[in-house]
Structure formats: C-alpha cells, structure tokens
C-alpha cells in the first residue's frame, strides 16, 4: 500500500511545477526515507494536505473530502524556524529557476526610456489665404496630402472688386506715359491683393476686364486641411488651404509623473523609428510641459529634428534614450523582475540561510521611481539584503501551498474559499490521479463553461477599444454571472489545479472590476485580471477560435500590460483611440 500510495503521489506531483515545489516545501521528496522520517520524528509533526486544495489539513493519510484526490505529507518546521518563511530545497530552486541579488544602490547614470509620435513641426504650420474677395472658379489643388511648392497655382477665383481694379489699369496704362503716378498707384493696388507683376503687365495689355486672378503658393509643403470646395465664395483673407512643411519635424514623447525629475531641457535623446530599423537619430529636448494631461497622466518632451528627403512622417511611433543624471545621492534600487504587483502593494521574496536550509519570506516594500530596468526602494529593504530576481511567483505558490503569507493571503494560514463552484454538491469527485505512464504533460481542452468566459473577456476589451463604460459593464456583468456558474468539476487534471492557481486572483480582480467608477478605473484593473487569465488560458487547448497574446509597453505608466484578443491586429484596451495600434502580438494560444 505504502508503495502504490508513493506512485500515486508522485505522478500526481508530475501535473505541474507548484505541486513539486509544494511537494519539495518541507522536505516532503525525503518522505520516502524512512529512516531520515524517524530521525527527524523530534522536530517535526507530520501533516497531511491536498496539492489541490491546500486548506485541507489531516494529521494522517487519506483522500480529499472537495475532490477525492489523495493527500501528500507535508512537515511543519521546529520551533526553530521562521513561521512566516517558506522552505524550499536546492532542488526545488532549480526546478523553478530561482534566481537571487543583493540590494544595491543604482548608477546615477540612468537611461530613461521614452515612447513617442512624429508630429508637424508646428512652426512650419502656414495657411493659404485668398487676398480678393469672389468666387473660386477652379481647383487646382483638390486633395489633402498633395505636394506643393511656392509658386504653384492653387485656385483660381472670380471677384467683382477685381474687374474694377483690372479697368482703372487699363485706363492708366493708356495714359502711363502722361500719367505715369497714375499707373504705378493702379499697379500698386494689384500688389496688395498678392498678385505679381506678370500678372499685373498681363492684366494691363488686355482689351478688357475679366475679373479672374490666379491664387499663387506662398510657401512649399504638403497640404493639410482643404477648406474650400469648387464654387465656394471666400471672403478675403479667408484660408483656403492648412500647408505644413516637413522639412522638420517634431517627436513628441510622452512624460510619466514618475519621469518628469529626470528630464529636462537641454537633454540629449538617441531616436529611433519604428519604420527605419537601421537608422538613429540624435536631438535635443527642447521644451517639456508645464502641465500634465489630465485623462493620460502625462506631459510631453518635444525634440526637433531635420527630415531630409521627408522621411519622417507625421503618426509615426518612436523611440528615446535619454542619459540623465537622475540624483547626487545613492539610491537603493531593485530589478523590476524582482517586484510582484497586487494592486497598491509591491511584494518581494528576502532570502535567508540557516543550518537547516534556505528560506525565502514575503515583505511588502514601498518603490519610488523607475530607473531602466529596476525600481527605486523608498522604504522595506536594506542595503545587502538578498532578494529573488527570478521564479518570484514559484516561490510565492510554495507559499500558498505551505499557509505562508503570500502574495493573495498576506496574513498566511489557509485562505477561505468564498464559495465551493459546485464541488460540494456532490460527495466526492471520484477522478483517478495521474498515472506515471500516462503524459501529464499534455493539455487538456477548454472546458464549454471556460469558452463562455472568454467570449464574454472578449466584449470586455473590445468596449474597453471603443471607450465605451457602459458597454464595458454590461460585458462585466456577463463575466460576473458566467465566472459565478463555473463548476470545480468542469476542470480535469492539470486544468483543475490551473483554475485553482488562478482562482484568487481572478476573483479578486472581478470584485474590483465591479466597483470601478470610470473606465480608466475598469482599465487599470483589467492588467492583472487579464495577466490571471492569460496564466490560466496557457493551461489550456482546444479552444472555439484562436486566441493571441498580446502587450502594450506604454501601458500602467510604462509598465506594459497584456490581453487577449482574437484577432492579430491590434486595437489597445488601455487607450482606445488615443493609441490604438500601440501594441504587438506575442503568442498564439
């Protein structure tokens, strides 16, 4: 029995990486050295969990009462230990790819990254006006983005005031030689309505008056806005064309909260567009905000830049590097992999060593601003104290496993489940565990109840694109009603522990998504409840219609932000139409 009980357990422990690291916890893979258990009998108390349902606590072997599975030993520590820690083996690092660093004090030196659009060159802005009063006969430019040079004929209008100019020059003429005052003040008149004097001698030579005048480019650009249509009457000095020249252009980056110490003008930017992989460029910051944007939270830094051959073009996205002294003083900063986010708490794991083994526990720390790719630490962290970098969320599921504080129940204990899905209206799930032959690898398909949900997810982003609130609750309320219906016994294997991994934080997330009171409330919780769904959404196959991960850098103050849509093209949840393209694909599920 003993045996048969060992298989069982260690296929079950095959499902996935959070069952082993539970399993290797508290030394539970020496469970099986029988001689190792009794010498240890003194300073540890053997009890019984379910890798399922760790709330489940039974001083001797047994099935779990929720799903039938067998229960794994699990050893409590000796008064000696860290309640609030977590234990974990050399093995058990390895196989979550635990990776740890000493907290240190940043470079003053820093590289602030920053994302930005080609935007005209708003001193370059010029306006085609009529200087005659009429009506315009003929087009000559009749489409926005056409080419313009100066000098080039625009419109042709029609204007009564001008028939009576063009007879007292001809009158003049005839008498120039008598009257030569006369002729140049008629000739005079004729220039302040921006004619030439081809024009103006063309005029002169004929027989009479036709009234009609050739509107002339003033400047060379492309056009912008067409304001007048063919027939239209203008008054003078009423514009008919917006032109711009792009011979420069600006590049508009947006400006964080947290970034606006570090950039200032005079800095120097290193450029890059998206369009052009193997081209840089390199500006100056010649202006920032004085104000933030209300709705987006940030300013904007503008750099000129010459365009040559025009290859910048308005819309386009860009990239900066700016190389700033961020602080005369040293500041302890952390990596950003180091972090793990839960709503207004940051979280990391402090690494600690004794002669019984390494332990790892939670401490929430307050961060300052982003430094490249790490965080400055304000408070909850000393300088040399070894934190993990890497297999953060590993760490914290051995937490949750072992009743540690961890990052959904800081207080640590078995965390109440606020409602049983269904699991408890029939006695017990009789679903065998996992065989050692069998391939506990392969991925089970998405239940029906799961494809509901996700159609339902799928609404929630495309209202969150169209800025549509209401529509954003409505797809909300869906999700609520669908996510409350979920059965426990709709997920088999390796699916069931996925849903139960992810079930706190996905409920979490739904609590804060119903009371959100904007929707730039709804879109700030709708990355970590995305970021649950997505973990969950890779446990899975088969589903109705192919899904595609996708992230925004610019998202959560430059943070970046994942989701799922159904689609490769991207329409961006966290902006709408401010930026809705800004984003790429990152997988197929």
């Not at 050295?33 to 606590?57: F, G, L, N, Y």
């Not at 093995?91 to 935007?119: C, F, H, N, P, W």
Request: aromatic share 8%; hydrophobic share 40%; charged share 25%.
């Amino acid at each position: 029995m003993k045996t048969n009980r060992t298989l069982i357990i260690a296929g079950a422990c095959l499902l996935a990486t959070g069952i082993l690291i539970g399993w290797w916890v508290g030394g539970a893979n020496d469970a099986l050295d029988e001689t190792h258990q009794h010498s240890a009998e003194s300073a540890q108390v053997e009890v019984w969990t379910c890798a399922m349902h760790p709330q489940i606590r039974q001083p001797e072997a047994g099935q779990c009462p929720i799903c039938g599975m067998d229960l794994i030993p699990i050893t409590t520590e000796s008064s000696n230990a860290d309640p609030m820690a977590v234990k974990m083996s050399d093995a058990a690092m390895q196989l979550a790819d635990v990776q740890t660093s000493l907290v240190g004090y940043s470079d003053d030196a820093e590289a602030i990254r920053l994302d930005g659009k080609v935007q005209p060159n708003e001193r370059m802005l010029r306006s085609q006006a009529s200087h005659v009063s009429g009506r315009i006969e003929k087009l000559f430019v009749d489409f926005t983005g056409e080419f313009i040079e100066e000098g080039t004929p625009l419109a042709r209008i029609y204007s009564p005031e001008l028939v009576t100019a063009q007879k007292e020059l001809i009158i003049a003429a005839s008498v120039k030689l008598e009257q030569p005052a006369l002729y140049e003040a008629a000739k005079a008149k004729l220039r302040n309505w921006k004619l030439t004097d081809e024009q103006i001698e063309s005029l002169a030579t004929g027989d009479e008056a036709s009234g009609t005048t050739t509107i002339l480019a003033t400047t060379t650009g492309y056009v912008l806005e067409r304001n007048v249509g063919l027939g239209d009457y203008v008054k003078k000095g009423q514009s008919l064309f917006n032109v711009v020249d792009l011979s420069s252009v600006w590049l508009m980056f947006d400006v964080y909260e947290s970034q606006l110490q570090w950039v200032k003008k005079g800095d120097k930017a290193q450029i890059s567009i998206g369009a052009f992989s193997d081209k840089t460029w390199t500006g100056t910051i010649a202006y920032v905000d004085p104000v933030i944007d209300a709705k987006t939270r940030v300013a904007h830094a503008r750099v000129e830049l010459a365009n040559p051959g025009y290859l910048l073009k308005p819309e386009m996205f860009g990239k900066g590097i700016i190389q700033t002294r961020a602080s005369k003083e040293e500041v302890l900063a952390v990596p950003k992999s180091a972090v793990m986010w839960t709503g207004k708490r940051s979280l990391v794991y402090i690494k600690t060593k004794d002669e019984n083994g390494v332990y790892f526990r939670m401490r929430e720390v307050e961060l300052g601003a982003e430094r490249g790719d790490q965080y400055e630490v304000h408070s909850g962290l000393q300088f040399g104290e070894e934190i993990a970098t890497n297999g953060t969320f590993s760490i914290d599921a051995a937490a949750q496993l072992a009743s540690k504080p961890s990052m959904m129940n800081p207080e640590g204990g078995v965390a109440p489940m606020a409602h049983d899905h269904g699991a408890m209206k029939s006695n017990v799930v009789t679903e065998p565990a996992a065989k050692p032959e069998e391939d506990v690898h392969e991925k089970p398909h998405s239940p029906n109840e799961l494809n509901g949900f996700i159609m339902h997810y799928l609404e929630l982003k495309a209202a969150l694109t169209e800025s549509n609130f209401e529509g954003a609750k409505s797809a909300y309320q869906k999700m609520d009603k669908t996510f409350v219906g979920i059965s426990m016994s709709a997920f088999q294997g390796t699916g069931h522990q996925a849903w139960m991994q992810q079930y706190p934080a996905l409920k979490e997330s739904m609590a804060t998504l119903k009371s959100s009171a904007d929707l730039e409330a709804m879109r700030k919780e709708f990355k970590p409840f995305s970021a649950a769904f997505i973990e969950l959404l890779k446990s899975f196959d088969g589903f109705e219609h192919a899904l595609y991960i996708q992230y925004c850098p610019m998202a959560d103050a430059n943070k970046g932000g994942y989701w799922i849509s159904s689609s490769k093209e991207i329409k961006n949840p966290y902006f709408g139409e401010r930026m809705m393209s800004c984003g790429a694909t990152k997988a197929e599920l």
